[in-house]
């Protein structure tokens, strides 16, 4: 064993936290409490703190595509995304905003809502083969559609599609289902966990939630950080 040490002064984030330079990359961020809830109040907001937000918003200026299940749309209360202060040059050459891919295999969503309407990048649905044809319809009136599977979505091919469409810079939010099939179908890059100084008890959701994987990927600590208690841990895939 050896101790982590902090280093003196502050960390350039975009630089930690760039993507590789070449190939499709899924990274994921979440937060969990110390004895592993991935919610507080049925939400993962009431887990973080300012540099938890501020390392929200600076992955998503980073990312090409932000990947997010619709439970977690309606749990969350998602809006469109905006632009932040902190993405001074890391969106250069790409759009003002990076798209959402919502995953539904119902298609059980609100296509007036500003989530669709006044998305500044069109927002792209993740969806099946067996969804309601009507609402299949009205999802491809309001957003760009991927249909991709029969009974649950096919995240490879989604994920290769998406690439197609020049989104290689794979961002996932959750929630934990939505994770777990990313896990499942081995396309989880990396990793990266705040982990908030709370003790929750309860039977809450974990980061993670389906069906235990039948070969666990193991995953290298790249770096960790600390603010006001709470650590930010990044690990990628080991190859």
């Not at 982590?4 to 990274?27: F, H, I, K, Q, T």
């Not at 209360?77 to 050459?93: A, E, M």
Request: hydrophobic share 40%.
């Amino acid at each position: 064993m050896r101790i982590l040490s902090p280093e003196a002064g502050d960390v350039d984030l975009v630089e930690r936290y760039a993507y590789p330079p070449d190939g499709a990359w899924m990274r994921a961020n979440m937060v969990a409490s110390l004895d592993g809830a991935a919610q507080r109040d049925e939400r993962s907001g009431g887990l973080g703190n300012p540099a938890d937000q501020h390392l929200f918003l600076l992955l998503r200026g980073l990312a090409d595509v932000v990947v997010v299940g619709a439970n977690t749309v309606r749990a969350e209360g998602y809006g469109p995304v905006k632009p932040s202060g902190g993405w001074d040059g890391v969106r250069d050459g790409r759009s003002p905003v990076p798209p959402l891919a919502i995953v539904s295999r119902t298609l059980d969503l609100d296509f007036d809502a500003p989530i669709f309407a006044e998305a500044k990048a069109r927002t792209i649905v993740l969806t099946t083969t067996t969804s309601d044809p009507a609402r299949l319809e009205t999802a491809r009136e309001r957003a760009d559609v991927i249909v991709a599977g029969k009974d649950s979505l096919d995240f490879p091919a989604a994920v290769k599609e998406l690439e197609a469409r020049g989104h290689r810079r794979l961002l996932c939010e959750g929630g934990p289902g939505v994770l777990a099939q990313v896990v499942a179908a081995g396309l989880l890059d990396e990793l990266c966990l705040t982990l908030s100084p709370l003790l929750l008890a309860g039977h809450p959701t974990r980061i993670l939630d389906g069906a235990p994987v039948p070969v666990p990927p193991e995953l290298t600590l790249a770096h960790a950080m600390e603010d006001e208690n709470f650590l930010f841990l990044r690990y990628t895939r080991s190859r």
